[in-house]
């Protein structure tokens, strides 16, 4: 008898030791807090490196999380956009970028999305002289301006040009 309560003394630890082991596994939920490593300039690199490499899903999802902390990001997930041919999208970020870095290129950029629909070229041409302003010695800049200035005059009616030719 005394051998069987040892017997059932030891199969009661042996249980008690499973199962406190077993519970200790199922522990309450956790909250971890997991810090990105990337700073918002690395995403943005990476950001790049994926555009590159024709991965435009990649590349905004890069950009969408750097302009969390960098405004410059919307600059180009803009040109994402203009990529994939969301115009809107791209408006929207570009408008983003100048309102909040005043970068040259998201205005050279904006007018050349304009420039691209053919619409809003007066608009056009006042964001890419205020690109050409912000950077004089840009060439892509100038080239903006220039073609959009070409293509408003080429619009212009007939009769306003004899017009404005005849000072009568």
């Keep these: 008898m005394a051998k069987d309560r040892l017997l059932v003394a030891a199969h009661t630890a042996v249980i008690v030791a499973f199962l406190a082991i077993s519970l200790s596994s199922c522990s309450l939920p956790r909250i971890i807090v997991l810090r990105d490593p990337l700073t918002p300039e690395e995403h943005i690199n990476l ?4 555009e590159k490499n024709g991965e435009l899903d990649a590349a905004l999802k890069e950009y969408e999380t750097a302009s969390k902390k960098t405004p410059i990001a919307y600059l ?11 115009y809107k999208e791209a408006e929207n970020n570009y408008m983003i970028a100048i309102d909040k870095t005043k970068d040259p290129r998201a205005y050279n950029n904006l007018a050349w999305l304009y420039f691209t ?6 608009e056009a041409e006042k964001l890419a002289r205020k690109a050409v302003e912000l950077s004089p010695d840009s060439q892509d ?19 306003t040009q004899d ?3 005849d000072p009568r």
């Design 76 to 86: 180009y997930a803009g040109n994402i956009y203009l990529q994939k041919r969301l």
């Design 47 to 50: 950001g790049v490196s994926y």
């Design 117 to 122: 629909q053919d619409t809003r070229l007066e």
């Design 163 to 165: 017009k404005s030719a």
């Design 141 to 159: 800049f100038r080239d903006t301006l220039d073609k959009i200035v070409e293509k408003r005059e080429s619009t212009v009616p007939r009769e």
